[in-house]
């Protein structure tokens, strides 16, 4: 666990001052949470946290995660009534949701706060930078679409304003190898009619950039644009969507 640790300190500590292509962009601003209230069990362990004025009408926003073993539940409640109830295929654990806040924004530019969740796998080697991303979008009645996909730690995890128009784009990173090297590959998405839609056309992404044993933020020249395009997502990966 303390080589985990490390491993995901150093790579923050890497991306810290990172100058990665979309840095240059606007990033969103979050209202961070953090405090989670343990209660246990005999066969659940609940996690919860209430976002005091969430709503626009100030009504608290309570998010319960509670693992069941190999899967878990998101329970969402509007002061003490629950509103929602989303299954969510990762399991909770004390060591990977004690020490993560909740991250709050208006993502699409649509006057309603939406939340993010961002819970490590808690793997080894290249696998401990796995996260499962979770954004809540909020809709006009006050309910919530919930988008979840794989992803890594990274500097992409912050959302940023491509075109300066107050909606967020969400920037997911990759590993892929071509010509005996590999690369990180960032595509670019934003949230719209419910969905995460793909905006590499519209940003000239998907961009690689060669992983090195050193820092490394520059776009290979390696790689054709147009074969760049070639490993685009359409989707993140495991991507869902309820």
């Known amino acids: 666990m303390k080589a985990h640790l490390l491993l995901i300190l150093l790579f923050i500590t890497k991306i810290a001052s990172a100058q990665y292509p979309f840095e240059k962009f606007p990033p969103v601003e979050y209202k961070e949470f953090k405090g989670w209230k343990v209660y246990r069990k005999a066969d659940r362990v609940h996690y919860t946290l209430a976002i005091p004025a969430f709503f626009n009408n100030k009504d608290t926003l309570t998010v319960q995660l509670t693992s069941l073993g190999d899967s878990s539940l998101i329970r969402l409640f509007r002061n003490k009534a629950q509103i929602q109830k989303m299954a969510e295929p990762m399991f909770f654990v004390d060591l990977n949701v004690l020490h993560q806040v909740v991250k709050t924004m208006d993502m699409d530019h649509d006057q309603r706060a939406d939340l993010k969740l961002v819970i490590p796998y808690l793997g080894n080697g290249i696998a401990a930078l796995n996260v499962r991303v979770i954004y809540l979008f909020q809709k006009p009645d006050g309910s919530f679409t919930k988008i979840a996909y794989l992803d890594k730690e990274g500097a992409h995890l912050t959302e940023r304003d491509f075109d300066s128009d107050g909606v967020f784009e969400i920037i997911t990173m990759t590993l892929k ?47 054709s644009k147009e074969k760049m395009k070639t490993f685009g997502d359409l989707k993140p990966l495991d991507y869902s969507k309820k």
């Open 177 to 223: 190898d071509y010509g005996r090297h590999n690369y990180w590959t960032y595509n670019i998405y934003h949230f719209k009619d419910g969905e995460l839609q793909n905006q590499n056309e519209r940003f000239s992404y998907p961009i690689m950039i060669q992983y090195l044993y050193k820092n490394n933020y520059k776009v290979t020249d390696k790689i």
